[in-house]
């Protein structure tokens, strides 16, 4: 009998890696607080989850007509997720980060990923246990 990753860890392992790439986009952001017309970008959680679960509608359909195209490691596209987020005030020069609330995010962000990875941690102990038979 062979053991499915994929249903044994379940969606966390997907979750993981948009948490990191959520945290690029976050740092990105805080990067550009002082670019102007620099406009700030978040990722929809939910979005992504549709997408990844084959149910997104949003999405354009693309032929690969040579083996390079449309590779990507990414979870997150334009169509999936990425959003420009609405700024409370935006700043005169146009740029729209706010380094408070990036911040802010970021941390979130950073505590939501160290949970995901504690759960999917617990998994593996999990599996290892149930193959020694402990």
């Known amino acids: 009998m062979s053991i499915s990753f994929d249903k044994a860890l379940g969606i966390h392992e997907s979750a ?3 948490r990191s790439e ?9 990067a550009n607080a002082e670019t102007p017309n620099y406009k700030a970008r978040d990722l929809d959680f939910a979005a992504v989850l549709e997408a990844q ?3 997104g ?4 359909g693309m032929q690969r007509t040579h083996q390079q195209h449309f590779v990507t ?3 997150v596209d334009q169509a999936a ?6 700024p409370s005030q935006p700043a005169i020069d146009g740029n729209t980060v706010d380094t408070q609330t ?19 941690n617990s998994k ?9 038979g402990d």
């Open 81 to 86: 997720g990425l959003r420009y987020r609405v």
């Open 73 to 75: 490691d990414s979870l």
């Open 22 to 30: 959520r945290a690029a986009v976050l740092a990105n952001n805080l």
């Open 102 to 120: 990036e911040q802010a995010r970021f941390a979130e962000n950073a505590a939501q990923f160290q949970a995901s990875f504690t759960f999917l």
């Open 53 to 55: 679960q084959g149910k």
């Open 124 to 132: 593996f102990k999990g599996l290892m246990t149930a193959l020694r």
């Open 16 to 18: 993981l890696k948009f």
């Open 57 to 60: 509608t949003q999405g354009v």
